[in-house]
């Protein structure tokens, strides 16, 4: 019987660095209700290498590719957007073996179907073209921690109603995708970036105002926001940088608005003016990660991101592009090195085709 191997990515750590390998092993079983992907890209976020992963798997949890085997004796299983079948080209929000890897073992549940105009539509990273493969890398945890920041303000489609949504990292993975499904959904927004190359990437969405500079001089986004709303203040936040100001934040929203922080601690339970602005304004602080979403909220964020990149509306931004999993270290290394740094536009992203 032929041996299949694939290649896939470890990562272990002393506490003060990161040693990554690759290692050879064997296809895994494809059980019911599960598909087995072959890996054509995958998303590298800030934390995936230093995330706790179990030792038999790679980390990392969304990629792009093709399905390779289905586990149902039918021929194919039930993904979030339609059946998949050996052949179909897929991205998947969750995987059971880690999306570090030339193949990936994932829930069929958790897979769907690339949006049809996903190639046509799909933005540039600088110095090169994208492609409908890294496009769908990039649709992956960043639009599913937006989608869940988003409904747990109370939002959703048709339900903007005008409304303004202050985006803090509108450049980055998740923050625009917050700005890409708030415009989509009917809201005003507005957005704070760390670059020039942000403020690019992020203008088409950031529609109420140009994007603001939070690494400029102190108050300027708080005087930026209060001139665009004529000193009203905006309804809701979607914080989506490393580390957000949760006091600012708070001084920036409307009484009865909400603030949803994306993956980040939130501030000191001793700050004593983000209390006061919290009791006195009566807001409401939720945080929102992307891996506690449940598969009916997966089913729902495919659902909104299929119909809104067929429409238009969602552009997935890839940013730095490495090839080839012998460029993994580099990978694992860059987000955290850069954890505090100035962001990079788009989702950073391992392009493993030769």
């Known amino acids: 019987m032929e041996t299949r191997l694939y290649r896939a990515v470890r990562v272990s750590s002393d506490g003060a660095s990161l040693r990554v390998e690759t290692l050879p092993l064997h296809w895994p079983p494809v059980a019911p209700g599960h598909v087995l992907i072959r890996v054509h890209a995958f998303a590298v976020h800030p934390d995936d290498a230093r995330a706790a992963t179990p030792p038999s798997s790679a980390p990392g949890a969304d990629c792009a590719g093709v399905v390779v085997a289905v586990g149902s004796g039918s021929g194919e299983e039930v993904g979030l957007t339609g059946p998949l079948r050996a052949g179909d080209r897929v991205y998947a929000l969750r995987t059971l073996s880690g999306a570090w890897a030339s193949m990936a073992l994932c829930e069929a ?26 496009a769908c890398a990039a649709l992956g945890a960043p639009y599913v921690a937006a989608f869940r920041a988003l409904r747990a303000l109370g939002l959703g489609p048709g339900r903007g109603g005008g409304r303004c949504l202050l985006v803090r990292g509108a450049a980055g993975g998740a923050g625009l995708a917050a700005a890409q499904l708030g415009c989509s959904w009917g809201l005003a927004v507005l957005g704070t970036v760390g670059s020039a190359a942000g403020a690019d990437a992020a203008s088409a969405w950031c529609r109420a105002a140009p994007p603001l500079r ?47 922080v994306l993956g980040t601690a939130p501030a000191p339970a ?21 891996g506690a979403a449940t598969l009916e909220e997966l089913r729902e964020c495919a659902a909104a991101v299929d119909a809104g990149v067929n429409a238009g509306d969602l552009v997935p931004l890839v940013g730095r592009v490495w090839r080839g999993l012998a460029a993994v270290e580099e990978a694992a290394a860059a987000p955290a090195a850069a954890a505090g740094a100035t962001e990079t536009p788009g989702v950073a992203v391992v392009d493993l085709r030769q």
Do not use: C, S
């Open 270 to 290: 001793g700050d004593p003016a983000l209390a006061a602005a919290l009791v006195e304004k009566e807001l409401r602080v939720v945080g929102v990660r992307a």
């Open 214 to 260: 939070h690494d400029g001089a102190p108050g300027a986004v708080a005087a930026g926001v209060m001139a665009a709303t004529g000193g009203a203040g905006v309804d809701f936040v979607v914080d989506a940088l490393r580390a957000p100001d949760l006091a600012g934040d708070a001084g920036l929203v409307r009484r009865g608005g909400a603030v949803a």
């Open 109 to 134: 549940g958790a897979v769907a179907r690339a949006p049809l105009p996903w190639a046509q539509r799909a933005a540039e990273p600088p110095g090169g073209a994208t492609d409908r493969a890294l």
